[in-house]
């Protein structure tokens, strides 16, 4: 038996580290958390000072029991990750393993190189108490609000809802984003462009004003007709461009985002394992400082590959105070080493990071600006030309060079110069741009809400409940006036031009508009960007042991709860935001746009008539609850619509749905998109009916008795029963697995795991009923 257990989060990690560790050393994986909250019940016993009860993950006993068995007579060392969710792994582990926290051995590194493992084991401490303290509180607080909150909203919303303290901000953001989008009006106004020659060489120049309207940029270029130009000022302006701070968590989200084209979840993603096999420094940091002997490192490779003078020290100084996730920012483990990663999408994020670390102890790029103003003889305005030299690389030799230089032709104060062609096109004023994954990561950061490792969860959160959407917008058509005037003659031209289209941008949800409502008017603190702000300021008092987080809980609860009991007097009319929006000339019943069940519809009748039948419709495609008309309306009341009959005589009826447009022949739905069902032919709808039983058919392979079915899926041939799945390995035929082999791979498939993604790859239980007692032993009702 090894005389030392090191214990690490991660098997990746675990593999690691034991290169760089002797015999006498052993290292498994806890595979993430090992104990948490129990799913069923508050478990936080608000009576006792909010004492939590934690119990080992189901999943987790057969690891806690191996991890007890190797630590029987060795030397334990808990090595999880360096943040307060780390911190609280250890102390966990030491709890699990029946180790005493104050005493067992625990180890920390931000790289997992053979001399970081080796300082970190010469020089163990025991778990940090306060760090623990602070991811304990916000466990609870996030359990509290969950557990109390959601349940409200399934009362007085929609079943199946949830509510969280940084996802309700998240979403506050995007919904509110979204209507500032909506209620803009866009402004025209013309920008006036001109091309200008000397000596044979063009000079592209802008006006330094833009003109109001199609009127007066007509009536400017009228007065041009016999105007002459000249040089009036020419303007040399040395400048520098500095090089990025080396990347935090949330900026190399952004960058990677931006550069890269990757999702926070893919970049966090790619950046674990890039960590794990010793790559790059821990990738959870708000921190933007480097080590000295990363300092060093980087000095000797840059003097030695590019020459003194790119080089250049920097220490960037990190802008949140408390900055308590990390130590160091991310950077390579070694810059010797170009490129890393088992596969592509790593290789390009370890190339981002590197350059972006060497980057920040390079020298300023050196530019040189021209700017040549250009007077007009007839008009008081002018118009400037601008050109911009690179005299030395420094930092864009490795990080966001590529530009190409505009360079003048050289002219001297006085110059006349002659005009090709003036142009006056109209623009638009633009809406504040949706959220993007990394921009809204941005916004939280700066609203001091949330820390490196929530921003990728939250994000997934809110889009897995339903809440937002990622996705590509369509652009709209609008005309654009452009008057140019060229040899003395003035045409104008009008074109049709798309604006507004857009690529995975975060876009709210129906119900994502009704629950921030609910929740702004009746739970305020719960999403005021301040108070969650706030909260986190409190989480790194309790970490620096400035707070005790019995009473950060405590001063919470006691505004809260009062919230949750009053809102018991909310109607469920007052959150559908019903509104009236006219009458239907055929039954002379009111027309309402309000919130369902399953988001924004079109209601025929008044609920409060109980005698007659209401009848319901979804709103139309680009209408929401506030500008659907009337006449809109009454076109979705047509639906379903008689489309026509199948070849055997079955009536084919076309309509709209939760899941959008979709025809449907006796039983059978069968989707539509893209197409109408207002408008949809009878030939088109055959063709996806027949379209429909072709794939059904190519998707039985075989059934056998007990619901036992042999099915093509879309990742390969599987077998299940309704309830397990049972994968049909690549090389065996799928048609010639019979009733016996069916059940027995059936029965060693693994059971179907539901909820969301937690530390570790453990899941989150689903929330199922309202909570009853405040005290959750006896509970057995599931938590948020």
Known sequence: ????????????????????????????????????????????????????????????????AELRKAAKGAEVWLASDEDREGEAIAWHLAHALKLDPTKTKRIVFHEITKTAIEAAIKNPRTVNVQLVDAQQARRILDRLVGYELSPVLWK??????????????????????????????????????????????????????????????????????????????????????????????????????????????????????????????????????????????????????????????????????????AHEAIRPTDFRRLSAGEEDGQKKLYSLIWQRALASQMSEAKLER???????????????????????????????????????????????????TVTATETFSRAAARYSEAALVKKLE????????????????????????????????RPVTEISLSGGKIEETTTPTIYGADRNKLVPTGIAEVVTDFLVNHFYAVVDYDFTANVEADFDNIAEGKQKWEDMIADFYKDFHPLVEKSADVSRAEVSQAREIGTDPKTGEPIFARFGRYGPMLQLGDSADEEKKLQFAPLPKDTTIDTVTLEQALIMFKLPRLVGTTEDGQEIKANIGRFGPYIIIDKTFVSIKPLDPHTITEAEAREKYAEKLAKDAAKHINEFPGGIKVLNGPYGPYITDGKKNARIAKDVDPTTIDEAEAKKLLAAAPVKKRGGFRRGGAKAGAKKAAPKKKTARKSTKKPA
């Open 1 to 64: 038996m090894s005389k030392n257990l090191v214990i690490v989060e991660s098997p990746a990690k675990a593999k690691t580290i034991e290169k760089f560790l002797g015999s006498d050393y052993v290292v498994k994986s806890s595979f993430g958390h090992i104990r948490d909250l129990p799913k069923k019940g508050l478990n936080i016993d608000i009576d006792k000072n909010f004492e939590p009860h934690y119990e080992v993950s189901a999943d987790k006993k057969k690891v806690v």
């Open 156 to 325: 007085k919303v929609r079943t199946g809802l949830s509510a969280g303290r940084v996802q309700s901000v998240a979403v506050r953001l995007i919904v509110e984003r979204e209507r500032e989008i909506r209620d803009f009006e866009a402004k025209s106004s013309f920008k006036v462009t001109a091309v200008f020659t000397a000596d044979g060489k063009e000079i592209p120049a802008e006006l330094t004003v833009k003109l109001g309207d199609a009127k007066d940029a007509r009536a400017w270029l009228e007065k041009l007709t016999e105007a002459n130009y000249s040089v009036g000022d020419i303007q040399l302006k040395p400048s520098t461009r500095n090089p990025g701070a080396p990347f935090t968590t949330s900026t190399l989200q952004q960058e990677a985002s931006r550069r890269l084209g990757f999702s926070v979840r893919q970049t966090m993603t790619l950046a674990q394992r890039l960590y794990e096999a010793g790559h790059i420094t821990y990738m959870r940091t708000d921190s933007t400082i480097l080590s000295t002997q990363a300092l060093n490192a980087a000095e000797t490779y840059i003097r030695g590959e590019y020459g003194d003078n790119y080089h250049k020290f920097r220490q960037f100084k990190t802008k949140n105070s408390s900055a308590q996730e």
């Open 370 to 420: 021209t700017e040549v103003t250009i007077d007009i003889s007839t008009q008081p305005e002018k118009f400037v030309a601008k050109g911009e030299i690179m005299r030395f690389d420094g930092f864009m030799k490795v990080y966001g060079g590529g530009k190409d230089d505009t360079i003048l032709p050289e002219v001297t104060i006085g110059q006349k110069l002659d005009t090709q």
């Open 446 to 477: 700066e609203l001091g809400i949330g820390r490196p490792s929530t921003y990728a969860p939250t994000i997934s959160t809110v889009q897995t409940r339903g809440y937002v959407e990622k996705t590509d917008l369509e652009g709209k058509e």
